[in-house]
Protein backbone atom coordinates (compact mmCIF):
# COMPACT_ATOMS: atom_id res chain seq x y z
CA UNK A 1 0.00 0.00 0.00
CA UNK A 2 1.05 3.13 -1.04
CA UNK A 3 1.23 5.81 2.17
CA UNK A 4 2.25 8.96 1.98
CA UNK A 5 2.00 11.29 4.94
CA UNK A 6 1.53 15.28 5.18
CA UNK A 7 3.03 16.24 8.69
CA UNK A 8 2.65 19.87 9.28
CA UNK A 9 3.00 21.67 12.27
CA UNK A 10 0.74 23.55 13.43
CA UNK A 11 2.87 27.40 13.29
CA UNK A 12 -0.62 29.52 12.74
CA UNK A 13 -1.01 29.87 8.46
CA UNK A 14 -0.20 27.34 5.86
CA UNK A 15 2.25 28.07 4.07
CA UNK A 16 2.54 27.53 0.17
CA UNK A 17 5.50 25.76 0.50
CA UNK A 18 3.23 23.20 3.43
CA UNK A 19 0.60 23.67 1.18
CA UNK A 20 2.47 21.61 -1.70
CA UNK A 21 3.60 19.42 -0.20
CA UNK A 22 0.13 18.72 1.37
CA UNK A 23 -0.91 18.80 -2.43
CA UNK A 24 1.69 16.89 -3.95
CA UNK A 25 1.10 14.04 -1.11
CA UNK A 26 -2.43 14.14 -1.73
CA UNK A 27 -2.30 13.89 -5.85
CA UNK A 28 0.45 11.11 -5.47
CA UNK A 29 -1.25 8.59 -2.69
CA UNK A 30 -4.74 9.46 -4.76
CA UNK A 31 -2.71 8.39 -8.52
CA UNK A 32 -1.59 5.40 -6.67
CA UNK A 33 -5.03 4.21 -4.74
CA UNK A 34 -2.74 5.11 -1.61
CA UNK A 35 -4.33 6.42 1.95
CA UNK A 36 -3.48 10.24 2.41
CA UNK A 37 -2.09 10.61 6.11
CA UNK A 38 -2.65 13.42 8.11
CA UNK A 39 0.04 13.86 11.21
CA UNK A 40 0.16 16.95 13.38
CA UNK A 41 3.78 17.47 14.52
CA UNK A 42 3.06 19.74 17.64
CA UNK A 43 6.31 18.65 20.30
CA UNK A 44 7.50 22.14 19.56
CA UNK A 45 6.04 24.37 21.78
CA UNK A 46 8.02 27.00 21.17
CA UNK A 47 6.68 27.36 17.50
CA UNK A 48 3.14 26.15 19.10
CA UNK A 49 0.22 28.82 17.98
CA UNK A 50 -3.10 28.26 19.40
CA UNK A 51 -5.79 27.45 16.58
CA UNK A 52 -3.41 26.84 13.77
CA UNK A 53 -4.57 22.91 14.00
CA UNK A 54 -7.69 24.37 12.91
CA UNK A 55 -6.14 25.96 10.35
CA UNK A 56 -4.57 22.87 9.00
CA UNK A 57 -8.06 21.16 8.70
CA UNK A 58 -9.75 24.31 7.20
CA UNK A 59 -7.22 24.49 4.05
CA UNK A 60 -7.09 20.86 3.90
CA UNK A 61 -11.19 20.98 3.41
CA UNK A 62 -11.24 24.00 1.60
CA UNK A 63 -9.34 22.60 -1.12
CA UNK A 64 -11.20 19.53 -1.07
CA UNK A 65 -7.64 16.73 -0.04
CA UNK A 66 -9.59 14.66 2.28
CA UNK A 67 -7.51 12.47 4.91
CA UNK A 68 -7.78 8.94 4.86
CA UNK A 69 -6.26 8.40 8.36
CA UNK A 70 -5.47 11.55 10.66
CA UNK A 71 -6.50 13.18 14.63
CA UNK A 72 -10.10 13.51 13.75
CA UNK A 73 -11.05 10.43 11.55
CA UNK A 74 -8.81 8.06 13.05
CA UNK A 75 -7.14 4.88 11.62
CA UNK A 76 -4.99 1.93 12.86
CA UNK A 77 -1.97 3.84 13.23
CA UNK A 78 -3.18 6.41 15.67
CA UNK A 79 -2.16 8.89 17.71
CA UNK A 80 -2.11 11.28 14.81
CA UNK A 81 -1.42 13.96 16.71
CA UNK A 82 2.46 13.96 18.11
CA UNK A 83 2.11 14.96 21.55
CA UNK A 84 -0.14 12.16 22.13
CA UNK A 85 2.74 9.80 21.24
CA UNK A 86 5.11 11.02 23.83
CA UNK A 87 5.38 7.55 25.90
CA UNK A 88 5.93 5.66 22.29
CA UNK A 89 9.78 7.03 21.95
CA UNK A 90 11.71 6.05 25.53
CA UNK A 91 11.72 1.97 25.04
CA UNK A 92 12.99 2.37 21.45
CA UNK A 93 15.39 4.56 22.31
CA UNK A 94 16.40 2.39 25.33
CA UNK A 95 16.51 -0.63 22.79
CA UNK A 96 19.39 1.07 21.05
CA UNK A 97 21.29 1.78 24.30
CA UNK A 98 20.91 -1.86 24.74
CA UNK A 99 22.42 -2.92 21.51
CA UNK A 100 25.72 -0.93 21.94
CA UNK A 101 24.25 2.06 19.02
CA UNK A 102 23.23 4.69 21.18
CA UNK A 103 24.38 5.79 24.71
CA UNK A 104 23.43 7.99 27.37
CA UNK A 105 25.16 11.23 28.04
CA UNK A 106 25.38 13.38 31.27
CA UNK A 107 27.43 16.64 29.72
CA UNK A 108 25.79 19.52 31.44
CA UNK A 109 24.48 22.82 29.74
CA UNK A 110 27.67 24.60 30.09
CA UNK A 111 30.23 21.90 28.70
CA UNK A 112 28.01 21.56 25.45
CA UNK A 113 28.04 25.52 24.93
CA UNK A 114 31.57 25.64 25.29
CA UNK A 115 32.00 22.81 23.18
CA UNK A 116 29.67 23.71 20.17
CA UNK A 117 32.21 26.92 19.33
CA UNK A 118 34.48 24.30 17.83
CA UNK A 119 32.13 22.41 15.71
CA UNK A 120 34.20 19.13 15.12
CA UNK A 121 32.26 15.65 15.12
CA UNK A 122 29.25 18.08 13.38
CA UNK A 123 29.07 19.26 16.96
CA UNK A 124 29.01 17.67 19.73
CA UNK A 125 32.79 15.93 20.82
CA UNK A 126 31.44 12.66 21.76
CA UNK A 127 32.76 12.65 25.45
CA UNK A 128 30.03 10.27 27.05
CA UNK A 129 30.55 7.63 24.07
CA UNK A 130 32.45 5.44 25.91
CA UNK A 131 32.09 5.79 29.59
CA UNK A 132 32.60 2.81 31.82
CA UNK A 133 29.25 0.17 32.79
CA UNK A 134 30.22 1.44 36.11
CA UNK A 135 30.06 4.94 36.10
CA UNK A 136 26.77 5.07 33.68
CA UNK A 137 25.12 3.03 36.27
CA UNK A 138 26.33 5.35 39.33
CA UNK A 139 25.07 8.49 37.16
CA UNK A 140 21.64 7.16 36.90
CA UNK A 141 21.58 5.80 40.30
CA UNK A 142 21.83 9.29 41.10
CA UNK A 143 19.42 11.04 39.23
CA UNK A 144 21.71 13.08 37.15
CA UNK A 145 19.88 14.03 34.40
CA UNK A 146 21.11 12.70 30.68
CA UNK A 147 20.09 12.54 27.16
CA UNK A 148 20.65 9.12 25.33
CA UNK A 149 22.71 10.25 22.03
CA UNK A 150 23.14 7.87 18.98
CA UNK A 151 26.67 6.40 18.65
CA UNK A 152 27.19 7.18 14.55
CA UNK A 153 30.35 5.09 13.31
CA UNK A 154 33.15 7.32 12.65
CA UNK A 155 34.21 5.37 9.43
CA UNK A 156 32.56 4.97 6.20
CA UNK A 157 29.39 7.19 5.17
CA UNK A 158 25.57 7.53 4.20
CA UNK A 159 24.24 7.34 0.90
CA UNK A 160 20.70 7.86 0.71
CA UNK A 161 18.27 8.41 -2.57
CA UNK A 162 15.83 11.34 -3.19
CA UNK A 163 13.62 11.00 -5.96
CA UNK A 164 14.08 15.18 -6.53
CA UNK A 165 17.53 15.31 -5.52
CA UNK A 166 19.11 11.79 -6.34
CA UNK A 167 21.80 10.55 -4.68
CA UNK A 168 23.25 11.73 -1.86
CA UNK A 169 26.51 11.00 0.16
CA UNK A 170 27.59 12.09 3.57
CA UNK A 171 30.84 10.58 5.85
CA UNK A 172 29.82 9.12 8.50
CA UNK A 173 31.97 11.50 10.81
CA UNK A 174 30.22 14.84 9.88
CA UNK A 175 27.32 13.61 11.72
CA UNK A 176 26.63 14.21 14.97
CA UNK A 177 25.78 11.72 17.38
CA UNK A 178 22.41 13.24 18.14
CA UNK A 179 20.32 13.50 20.39
CA UNK A 180 17.36 11.07 20.62
CA UNK A 181 16.20 11.61 23.43
CA UNK A 182 16.40 14.87 25.76
CA UNK A 183 16.91 15.09 29.20
CA UNK A 184 12.63 15.69 29.78
CA UNK A 185 12.46 12.36 28.35
CA UNK A 186 10.91 13.98 25.25
CA UNK A 187 12.25 12.64 21.76
CA UNK A 188 14.19 15.17 19.68
CA UNK A 189 12.00 15.83 16.27
CA UNK A 190 14.39 13.89 14.33
CA UNK A 191 13.97 10.39 16.58
CA UNK A 192 10.42 11.29 16.59
CA UNK A 193 9.69 11.56 12.59
CA UNK A 194 11.55 8.76 12.19
CA UNK A 195 9.90 6.31 14.84
CA UNK A 196 6.13 8.09 13.73
CA UNK A 197 7.26 7.22 9.87
CA UNK A 198 8.36 3.60 10.71
CA UNK A 199 5.37 2.80 13.05
CA UNK A 200 2.82 4.27 10.69
CA UNK A 201 3.89 2.42 7.81
CA UNK A 202 4.86 5.41 5.34
CA UNK A 203 6.02 5.17 2.10
CA UNK A 204 6.99 8.22 1.25
CA UNK A 205 8.05 11.49 2.90
CA UNK A 206 7.13 14.60 0.98
CA UNK A 207 8.14 18.18 2.25
CA UNK A 208 10.32 20.89 1.71
CA UNK A 209 14.37 20.69 1.30
CA UNK A 210 14.97 22.73 4.57
CA UNK A 211 15.05 19.23 5.59
CA UNK A 212 17.03 17.28 3.45
CA UNK A 213 19.78 18.04 5.33
CA UNK A 214 18.89 16.35 8.38
CA UNK A 215 18.21 12.85 6.28
CA UNK A 216 21.47 11.27 6.53
CA UNK A 217 20.47 11.32 10.12
CA UNK A 218 17.63 9.75 9.96
CA UNK A 219 18.86 7.43 7.47
CA UNK A 220 20.84 6.57 10.83
CA UNK A 221 18.28 5.98 13.10
CA UNK A 222 16.75 3.76 10.59
CA UNK A 223 19.88 1.78 9.86
CA UNK A 224 20.00 1.07 13.40
CA UNK A 225 16.64 0.08 14.01
CA UNK A 226 16.92 -2.45 10.54
CA UNK A 227 13.70 -0.50 9.50
CA UNK A 228 13.13 -0.06 5.90
CA UNK A 229 13.66 3.63 4.67
CA UNK A 230 10.96 5.52 2.74
CA UNK A 231 11.04 7.53 -0.26
CA UNK A 232 12.38 10.88 0.37
CA UNK A 233 10.41 13.66 -1.93
CA UNK A 234 12.25 16.69 -1.14
CA UNK A 235 10.53 19.60 -2.87
CA UNK A 236 13.10 22.74 -3.57
CA UNK A 237 12.75 26.33 -1.81
CA UNK A 238 9.71 28.27 -3.24
CA UNK A 239 11.21 31.86 -4.32
CA UNK A 240 9.61 35.09 -5.08
CA UNK A 241 10.55 37.02 -8.38
CA UNK A 242 13.93 38.19 -6.47
CA UNK A 243 14.92 34.70 -5.56
CA UNK A 244 14.25 34.79 -1.99
CA UNK A 245 12.30 32.59 0.43
CA UNK A 246 8.81 33.49 0.73
CA UNK A 247 8.59 35.07 3.92
CA UNK A 248 5.62 36.02 6.30
CA UNK A 249 6.51 40.01 5.69
CA UNK A 250 5.81 39.91 1.66
CA UNK A 251 2.36 39.75 2.47
CA UNK A 252 1.63 36.60 -0.29
CA UNK A 253 3.58 33.69 1.01
CA UNK A 254 0.43 32.01 2.60
CA UNK A 255 -2.72 30.33 0.98
CA UNK A 256 -4.92 32.90 3.30
CA UNK A 257 -2.71 35.85 2.23
CA UNK A 258 -3.56 35.03 -1.03
CA UNK A 259 -7.23 34.72 -0.84
CA UNK A 260 -7.27 38.15 1.21
CA UNK A 261 -6.40 39.26 -1.76
CA UNK A 262 -8.91 37.99 -3.90
CA UNK A 263 -7.69 34.95 -5.91
CA UNK A 264 -10.22 31.88 -5.52
CA UNK A 265 -8.64 28.90 -4.01
CA UNK A 266 -8.41 26.89 -7.67
CA UNK A 267 -6.81 29.37 -8.88
CA UNK A 268 -3.69 28.84 -5.97
CA UNK A 269 -4.56 25.13 -6.01
CA UNK A 270 -3.75 25.44 -10.05
CA UNK A 271 -0.56 27.64 -9.22
CA UNK A 272 1.01 25.35 -6.73
CA UNK A 273 0.47 22.51 -8.90
CA UNK A 274 2.27 24.04 -12.03
CA UNK A 275 5.33 24.91 -9.28
CA UNK A 276 5.86 21.57 -9.76
CA UNK A 277 4.72 20.38 -13.50
CA UNK A 278 4.55 22.09 -16.33
CA UNK A 279 3.01 20.69 -20.12
N1 LIG B 1 6.53 19.14 10.78
C1 LIG B 1 7.46 19.58 9.79
C2 LIG B 1 7.09 20.99 9.36
O1 LIG B 1 5.93 21.36 9.39
C3 LIG B 1 7.46 18.69 8.58
C4 LIG B 1 8.57 17.71 8.61
C5 LIG B 1 8.34 16.49 7.75
O2 LIG B 1 7.44 16.48 6.90
O3 LIG B 1 9.06 15.52 7.96
O4 LIG B 1 7.95 21.74 8.95
Redo the contacts with the bound molecule.
Keep these: EVRPRF ?3 P ?1 GYMHLG ?1 LR ?1 ALYTFLFARHNGGKFILRI ?1 DTDQARYVEGATDVIYRTLRDIGMDWDEGPDVGGGYGPYIQSERKDMYLPYAEQLVREGKAYYCFCTKERLESIHQDGEFGGYDRHCRDLPAEEIRKNLDAGMPYVIRQRVPLEGSTSFEDAVYGTITIENKEIEDQVLLKSDGYPTYNFA ?1 VVDDHLMGITH ?1 V ?2 NE ?1 LSSSPKYNRIYEAFGWEIPTYVHCPLITDETHAKLSKRSGHSSYEDLLDQGFVSEAIVNYVALLGWSP
Design positions: APSTNSENVRGY
